[in-house]
T-cell receptor, first 116, second 111 residues
Framework: AQTVTQSQPEMSVQEAETVTLSCTYDTSESDYYLFWYKQPPSRQMILVIRQEAYKQQNATENRFSVNFQKAAKSFSLKISDSQLGDAAMYFCAPNAGGTSYGKLTFGQGTILTVHP | DTGVSQNPRHKITKRGQNVTFRCDPISEHNRLYWYRQTLGQGPEFLTYFQNEAQLEKSRLLSDRFSAERPKGSFSTLEIQRTEQGDSAMYLC?????????FGPGTRLTVL
């Protein structure tokens, strides 16, 4: 069974600054996928970025990038040039191993506040 | 394509009553997932369909819970004899590739 730990219940950042959200996980799988999802207040969950565990190169998606350390089972999210619209609950979620489409195991979430 | 839809958006029921939720996935998606999210927590996996086949069920899904996906299209989640502990947001997601697209959820309140 997978476990996911997001040790920062809340984080805050000034607009245009950079913030990093941490995530560690435990899995017995050797091949799996990792995702960061964003859930704005009272709105639907949307995908921010994905990482395939067999790829050493860290994923980047515009202002969002990850620092994936497979041996340490760490998967942090960096948001550069923070915008007011980035305010949301962020969830780290590895999936069941072996495929790209297995069930997701979510962390407890980090609430990100962006100050103007 | 209007995304994943869920109905109703809110449901208030009395303890002991049965409730049924519906999820309409994105039309070309063959995989459909149900999750439950309590306030301030991350979603927890309940069950997963590929087309009409229910491939996995969580131990969270007690005998009072049943899910179906007839003809591999929409899905229903039924909770029988609801308990106050069933109060939560029930999320549906669908996928074709690795990205799961989530619906707005159904918020269940059991009085």
């Amino acid at each position: 069974a997978q476990t996911v730990t997001q040790s920062q219940p809340e984080m805050s950042v000034q607009e245009a600054e950079t913030v990093t959200l941490s995530c560690t996980y435990d899995t017995s799988e050797s091949d799996y996928y990792l995702f960061w999802y964003k859930q704005p207040p009272s709105r639907q969950m949307i995908l921010v970025i994905r990482q395939e565990a067999y790829k050493q190169q860290n994923a980047t998606e515009n202002r969002f990038s990850v620092n994936f350390q497979k041996a340490a089972k760490s998967f942090s999210l960096k948001i550069s040039d923070s915008q007011l619209g980035d305010a949301a609950m962020y969830f780290c979620a590895p999936n069941a191993g072996g495929t790209s489409y297995g069930k997701l195991t979510f962390g407890q979430g980090t609430i990100l506040t962006v100050h103007p | 394509d209007t995304g994943v839809s869920q109905n109703p958006r809110h449901k208030i029921t009395k303890r002991g009553q049965n409730v049924t939720f519906r999820c309409d996935p994105i039309s070309e998606h063959n995989r459909l997932y149900w999750y439950r999210q309590t306030l301030g927590q991350g979603p927890e996996f309940l069950t997963y369909f590929q087309n009409e086949a229910q491939l996995e069920k969580s131990r969270l899904l007690s005998d009072r819970f049943s899910a179906e996906r007839p003809k591999g299209s929409f899905s229903t989640l039924e909770i029988q004899r609801t308990e106050q502990g069933d109060s939560a947001m029930y999320l549906c997601a669908s996928s074709e590739g690795d990205e799961q697209f989530f619906g707005p959820g159904t918020r269940l309140t059991v009085l």
